[in-house]
């Protein structure tokens, strides 16, 4: 099953970087994805058919207000994931990562299970081995960031309880 699904994945990725899915994805994926979720109660996202997908629930760093956002993750272990800023390759940065930014401790749901964790900028001395995580999921990931002509910003959401301990430990 893992290598059919990777299969899958190599075939369609080359697709999710044309000019066409660039400017229609943007447009057509939320709505379809809030859809599916209201549908599912939370527990299936159209993107999750072929990648690890969550909702990141955040206040925006800006209106204060509650913002709902799907995304593709990959997994870190113990139960941490990775989030991209890919933004379909846009100029400028999505604005859930300001969000991240301005208040890092959010919530998450994955498959409806919510629970809270803490946003990390990922630094430039992980940044390519990330990437490299990245891409064993999704082949060629990393030309959104080429192609955008900005550095992606890269997030580690570590489940809070974790985050906290860690902290505390130091």
């Known amino acids: 099953m893992a290598s059919l699904l990777h299969a899958l994945r190599s075939a369609v990725a080359p697709l999710t970087r044309t000019r066409v899915?660039?400017?229609?994805?943007?447009?057509?994926?939320?709505?379809?994805e809030r859809l599916l979720d209201r549908l599912s109660g939370g527990?299936?996202?159209f993107s999750a058919l072929l990648v690890p997908s969550l909702v990141?629930?955040?206040?925006?760093?800006?209106?204060?207000?509650?913002?709902?956002t799907y995304l593709m993750y990959t997994p870190d272990g113990q139960?941490?994931?990775?989030?991209?800023?890919?933004a379909f390759a846009q100029e400028r940065h999505p604005a859930w990562?300001?969000?991240?930014?301005?208040?890092?401790e959010v919530t998450i749901s994955v498959r409806g299970?919510?629970?809270p964790v803490r946003a990390t900028l990922?630094?430039?001395?992980?940044?390519?081995?990330?990437?490299?995580?990245?891409?064993?999921?999704?082949?060629?990931?990393?030309?959104?960031?080429?192609?955008?002509?900005?550095v992606v910003r890269l997030f580690?959401?570590?489940?809070l309880a974790e985050a906290t301990a860690r902290d505390e430990s130091r």
């Open 43 to 45: 527990k299936l996202q």
């Open 56 to 68: 990141l629930h955040s206040t925006g760093a800006r209106s204060g207000e509650p913002r709902d």
């Open 97 to 104: 990562t300001y969000n991240l930014l301005a208040q890092p």
């Open 79 to 86: 139960g941490r994931a990775i989030v991209a800023g890919s």
């Open 21 to 32: 899915f660039r400017t229609v994805g943007p447009k057509v994926l939320p709505p379809v």
């Open 156 to 159: 580690r959401l570590q489940p």
């Open 122 to 150: 990922i630094g430039d001395d992980e940044r390519d081995a990330t990437w490299a995580r990245i891409e064993e999921q999704w082949p060629g990931y990393r030309r959104y960031e080429r192609d955008s002509g900005r």
């Open 113 to 115: 299970r919510t629970m």
